[in-house]
Structure formats: C-alpha cells, structure tokens
C-alpha cells in the first residue's frame, strides 16, 4: 500500500463507534507486525492502544496518532478521491497522517542502514475524547511512557505547532422557572438563559484578550439540553461549553469571570488541559523543520488552536509539537488532505528520524527545552 491506499483503508472504518476502533487497531497492529516493526498491544482501563517500535539507540523519538474520529455520516466513511484531495471523514484529522507514520516506521525497519535512534509509534483510540477522566496517552505517560521528542500527526498544514491553547470544557447548570407554554412571560426560559450566558461569555474580558501567535481565545457552545415538554416554559438546562484560552492566560482567572455572571448558574470542569509550549529554537524542533522545509518551503513554528495529546508529554518535562500533513475541514462535512502531501509527510519524518543524531549534539539550553 502506498500513503493513499493505506489513508483510505483507514478513513473506511467507523472508528466514532468502538466497534469500529477495534477493528482498525486489529489492522493497524497486524499490518506493522508484517513490515517488520516491534509491536506491543496494551489494555488500559478497557482501552486498546498499540505501541510499534524500530531501531535501537540513547534517544528515542515518539511518533503518535490517534485512531478515533468525531461522528460522521456513513457516507464519510467511503473514502473518495477529488483531484488533489483525499476526502472522508478522519482523513486529515489524523488518518492521512497516522497511514504515513506508520510507512515511515515500515521504511526505517525495512531500510538497510536501521536508524541510529529508536523509533517509536504510539497509536491510541481516544484524544478525540471529550469526557472526564484519562485518556490512553495520560495513562501511558503516568505509567512511564518516555521520550527525547515527540511528534503529534494532528493537522498542521506541514506547519510544526510548538505553541497550543489551553482546554477548559465546561458544564453550565442553568435554572430556570417553570410555566405554561401558553403564557411564557409567566416563567424564565432556562434554554434562553444558557443561550444568553454562552452570548455573555463571548464578551468577558477574556475573551477578548490576544497574544503573540494568537488572535483570541475561542468560545464554543457544543451541547445544549433542557425542557421535558413542548407546552411547558423550561426550568432547568445544561450547558456544555468548550474553551481554549491562550497560552498566557489562566484558567481560574477564566473561571472567576464567568462564575461572576450569575451566581444561579452551577459551573462545573469536565475536562482542563494546560496550553502547550515548546520554544522554536529547541534542537529537535530545529531539526524538525529543516525536514519539513525541503518538502514544504512555508514550514514555520506557529500556534495551534486546537489541542493535542502533546500536553501530556509536555507535563513530564518531554518536548512534543504538533505536525501533519496539508488538507483541511477537520470535524466538518469536507474534511480533506492533500494526496501530495502524504508522500511529503512520510518522507519527511523518515529524514527527521535520519538527522537526528547530529542536531541532538548540542547541548540543549534549559531555558528552550520545552514544558508547561
């Protein structure tokens, strides 16, 4: 299989469904054992991820992907090629990308002259996660899980992502009082109410705040619930609110100035994630985008709106960034990547894994080795 055929073979299993997921780690895991790759399976808190490693050496390089993708129709799940595009659903977020990972790793333990370093890649089934408690990658990393330098496949541009926003997922309890629906000015509309909160919020000064690779924060409302009948006025909704906040920024501060909107409404985390920051001038992201830049003349360090597994590296003191290959539409109804661009990104990490040796000679300057 070349970098599209194995995309599309990916992109064809709804891996929303845990069914689904199953069945990928199955191929993915059978597929590196046969390209000559070393391949553990674990089972954590009845999650499977996969860890196939090549090489041997003093450093250690983590390549990571995710299977799991956010819900789609069925029919993005039929992978289908449009001129320069690849579109389905998953395909740049981040199967393109995983399906090139894993033709690097394929090419590093089939090459003649084996990598000087150890390659390793992680692939788990739940970053797209969006619920309390721990995800595999956090669990690996609790449990040991360590490298010099990590490289996340997410969806970059062929950009090298060192900056990320915060995460702070919230629930709003909002209170309302109940009412005929004939005669609603008799009661207050919770559902109207948490609209007006998520409006309210849009506008508090942090929301307004901006930094150097950042234009603003984001505010989205991604769930609402509320009312049990049509001709009743609603007297209780939930709201789920997704914020990233900029790297400068903090979240307790965050927290206070919604919290400060009404005192009625019950503000609950469901998930907090730290921004990320790795300098631009740390040796491996140096070398990194010299890869990239023989493939893609635009390739920059740059801030990422969206956030990562990275953090969890980054929390234990490993440097971890963003990088993936070109497309666009992640999580909408035209997700795409560039066919192009997945030949790129292979080649690309297969001489990042190559050059590594010489740019980790220095002595890394404590000051720009990543972290919180």
Known sequence: MDEVQLAERLIAYDTSRRSGIGLATDFVAGWLE????EVRRLSLEGRQCLIAGVGAGERTILLH????VVPGHPRQFVPRRAGPKLIGRGAYDMKGALGAMM???ADLAQSDSPPEVRV?????????RAEPGANC???????????????????????????????????????????????PWLGENAILKAVRLYETIERLPFARESSELFDRPSVNLGRLSGGDAINKVPDA???DIDIRYLPEQRPQEILDEIRGIDSDV????????????????????????????????TAAAVGRDGASDAVAFLAVGVP?????????????????????SLGHYRRALVDFVRQVPASVGREADPNIAGGQ
């Open 34 to 37: 046969a390209s000559g790759a």
């Open 65 to 68: 992907g995710h299977l799991d």
């Open 103 to 105: 033709l690097a790793v």
């Open 120 to 128: 390793e890649l992680v692939v788990v089934p739940d970053e797209e």
């Open 137 to 183: 990658t956090e669990m690996l990393v609790a449990e040991g899980l360590r490298g010099d330098f990590v490289v996340c496949g997410e969806p970059t541009e062929f950009q090298v992502g060192v900056q990320a926003k915060g995460v702070l997922m919230l629930r709003a309890e909002v209170p309302g009082r109940a009412a005929h629906g004939s005669t």
């Open 237 to 239: 909704c939930r709201a």
């Open 266 to 297: 019950a503000i609950e985390i469901l998930i907090e994630r730290p921004p990320a920051y790795v300098s631009p001038r740390h040796p491996m992201v140096e070398s990194l985008l010299d890869a990239a830049g023989r493939y893609e003349p």
């Open 320 to 340: 971890a960034v963003e990088f993936g290959p070109c497309g666009g539409g992640h999580h909408g109804p035209d997700e795409h990547v560039d066919l192009e």
